[in-house]
């Protein structure tokens, strides 16, 4: 499965600029043959939280609008970043997952804010699990910080998840976290992990890139830069999980009962 991630730049605040930027790489990534696209964390308005109210959508808002026709004209499908999505007058750190008939099959609100960037003054915080339905099986989505709590990770895995999706914006200030982190999860769960940054700046982060693939055995198998924007193609073996899985037996051999 060939799988691209949009590792973009964000105009901040300008939601219909970081859309036709958006566009611009999915139909490149479509030209390059990718079958997936992974967008990164709140990549329509950036960390302007306290405009979010004001610029983020409802379900059915025009930016899933938008990706919901990307995905149906290509036959392709996307795990749409996050972006900030308005329920019951809260914003939420929402990913979108769409089908490649168009649909959206699932969603997933970032469950832990991050106190180093205020979220929790501005954000509400998701209760739910994202666990998702993908033609080549159950894949997990987690939002940036939540890759530092392992045990969300574990949970998406023990339910079958074979692949982790992970939008971000993670600052240059953590970035060897960042590395490691997605190779941990990658090696603890035997799973693919699929972490897209953004690159660029903003009022208080300068932002580190390095959108990765590492597969199940902790390979980095695709790797972007630290400052430019790239669309960044990898291809992904999921016939490798259930083999890794026999070879380091983990799941076979956990006792939980005296974690
Ligand atoms: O955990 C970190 O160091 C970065 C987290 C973050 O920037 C985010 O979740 O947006």
Known sequence: MKVALLQMDIVLGDVQANRQKALAMLEQGA????KLFVLPELWTTGYVLDQLLEIGEPDGGPTVTMLQKFAKDN?????????????DGKVYNTIYVIDSAGEVIGKYSKIHLVPMMNEEKYLAPGDKQGLFDLSFGKAGGIVCYDLRFTELTRALALKGAQVLFVPAEWPAVRGRHWLIL????????QMFVVAVNRVGQDHSNTFFGHSLV????????????????????ADIDLGIVPEIRRKVPVFADRRPQYY
């Open 31 to 34: 030209k390059a043959g990718a």
């Open 75 to 87: 036959g392709v499908e996307i795990v749409g970043g996050s972006i900030a999505e308005i329920r």
């Open 182 to 189: 997605s190779q941990a999860r990658a090696i603890e769960n």
């Open 214 to 233: 590492v597969s199940p055995w902790g390979e980095v198998l695709a790797e972007g830069s630290e400052t430019e924007e790239q669309v960044i193609i």
